[in-house]
């Protein structure tokens, strides 16, 4: 099996070996690629941190197993590991999160067993980066929820709870205040739940998971969440069972799968010969399963088990009082206890099974319809201005504007209504929106949008436009607050 390696920047080399010398030594059938990516590789001028013949080789081979990369700050490039997940469309994050004897947590010591997995939209989202300024003084991103995405990052989630044996299946969710981007992920997850009856489904706002995590996490199993919220609910996981250095990553996407350590590239220790491999190992031992070599993940996996529950640790955790091993020496004390069983969370032995690899050899981009085709009905829009006047004087501009189809409703700032009705205590920038609407819902054309906006602009400068549709006569736009 052929697969691509990244080594990474800072610690990524030398945890890099640490790992292949794992796999080398228990006699995987894997051939290792190296390609160049990350910061040096900006650094070479490749705006996308990789170069153009290690995106070939990754989309020839289909996995890449990559370290820690680090994104040049104020140089107005992308993160290269977002890049390469939303590149490759690697659509689903899946991290484990467990109890390690060894590794001592709040939980551990009090006797609570963690054993919970995160799987997060890694595509969508705020994760667009797509942002502008309205004004000097008021920024704006897109957050992108897209039916499509939404299935296939659920289904995902309710396929591997199957596999791995989980009784609950939770959404992690903030519906309650964005309706329609977060109302959509959970509507989404409760029309799949219907179709896995043997899995206990059910939701959780957002801020009360974090609560509900940070004090039993114990009671769940397997959570799916959005890209923003899964990204920080992620992180705080790895808190919960001692941090970034055992928190295992997988990127799985249709075509090509990315497995990564997360944690960061640790300069300061680079070349040091001490940094702790454990979480690029976990990720390396998610690949193995994932290309079906199940067998040789539970060995390695047992041993390393084995290996922090003697108290055998480098110096970023452990007991104190016994001396810590360098990166060398740490990757030795496991190869020599392959075969041994921890006391705890021994892993199973299981049967190998043949990996069937994604064609990679498309020649068009795959498109994500949904099946539903309900009545569009454009009835107004939202256009977004930028002034320093009160409401009553833009409203007073903008009567002289209006056309018979298409009337002022309600002007807002900051999401807040502001006119006709609102308060003189709520604070104004200098970013309102105008909501035109129909009477009665009755329909207009794009080009009835288009000779508003083009009237308006003679007095008002306009940032933004949006259209406000229906579908299936119901809403597709959410309401100011105090509307």
Same mark, same amino acid.
């Given at each position: ?149 939404? =299935?296939? @990052?659920?289904?995902? !989630?309710?396929?591997? &709870?199957? *596999?791995?044996? #989980? ?92 497995? =990564?350590? @997360?944690?960061?590239? !640790?300069?300061?220790? &680079?070349? *040091?010969?001490? #940094? ?208």
């Amino acid at each position: 099996m052929k697969i691509a390696v990244a080594n990474g920047d800072g610690i990524g080399p030398e945890i890099m070996e640490a790992v292949i010398s794992v796999f080398k030594a228990a006699n995987l059938p894997l051939e290792y690629h190296f390609v160049d990516m990350g910061k040096w590789v900006f650094d070479k001028g490749f705006s996308n941190g990789m170069t153009p013949e290690a995106k070939a080789t990754i989309e020839q081979l289909g996995i890449l197993f990559k370290g820690p990369m680090e994104t040049p700050k104020g140089k107005g490039v992308k993160s290269v590991n977002v890049t390469a997940r939303k590149t490759w469309n690697t659509y689903a994050n899946e991290r484990h999160f467990q109890t390690l004897s060894g590794v001592d947590t709040v939980f551990s010591k009090a006797g609570i067993n963690i054993d919970l997995t995160i799987v997060r939209e890694n595509i969508e989202d705020t994760y667009g980066g797509i942002e502008h300024m309205l004004t000097q003084d008021v920024a704006i991103a897109r957050r992108f929820i897209s039916r499509g995405g939404s =299935e296939q @990052v659920i289904r995902y !989630a309710f396929e591997m &709870a199957r *596999k791995k044996g #989980a009784k609950r299946i939770t959404c992690g969710h903030k519906a309650n205040i964005m309706k329609l981007t977060d109302g959509l992920f959970l509507e989404v997850f409760n029309e799949i739940a219907k179709e896995y009856t043997d899995l206990k489904a059910d939701d959780v706002i957002v801020d009360d998971l974090c609560m509900k995590l940070v004090s039993r996490p114990d009671l769940f199993d397997v959570i799916v969440l959005t890209n923003l919220q899964g990204d920080i609910v992620s992180d705080l996981c790895a808190g919960l069972v001692g941090g970034l250095g055992f928190a295992p990553s997988s990127n799985i996407g249709d075509h090509i799968s990315i497995f =990564e350590a @997360v944690h960061g590239t !640790a300069p300061d220790i &680079a070349g *040091k010969n001490i #940094a702790n491999p454990t979480s690029l190992l976990l990720s390396g031992l998610n690949m193995l399963r994932h290309l079906g070599m199940m067998s040789k993940a539970a060995m390695i996996e047992n041993a390393l088990l084995y290996t922090l529950e003697s108290g055998i640790h480098t110096g970023d955790f452990g007991d104190k009082s016994t001396p810590s091993l360098n990166t060398t020496q740490f990757t030795q004390a496991i190869i020599d206890h392959f075969g041994k069983q921890p006391k705890m969370n021994s892993r199973a032995i299981l049967n190998d099974f043949e990996f069937a690899p994604k064609n990679t050899n498309i020649s068009e981009n795959p498109m994500l319809l949904g099946t539903k085709k309900e009545e569009h009905t454009i009835v107004g829009a939202d256009i977004f201005i930028e002034s320093a006047l009160q409401p009553n004087a833009i409203a007073q501009i903008v009567s002289k504007h209006e056309k018979p189809n298409l009337k002022l409703l309600i002007i807002s700032n900051r999401g807040t209504q502001v006119w006709p009705t609102g308060s003189v205590y709520t604070n104004l920038v200098d970013q309102f929106r105008l909501r035109f609407e129909t009477e009665a819902g009755a329909g207009l054309l794009q080009s009835d949008i288009v000779e508003l906006y083009s009237s308006l602009s003679k007095d008002l400068q306009i940032s933004s436009v949006e259209v406000l549709s229906m579908w299936g006569g119901k809403k597709a736009y959410s309401l100011a607050q105090g509307q």
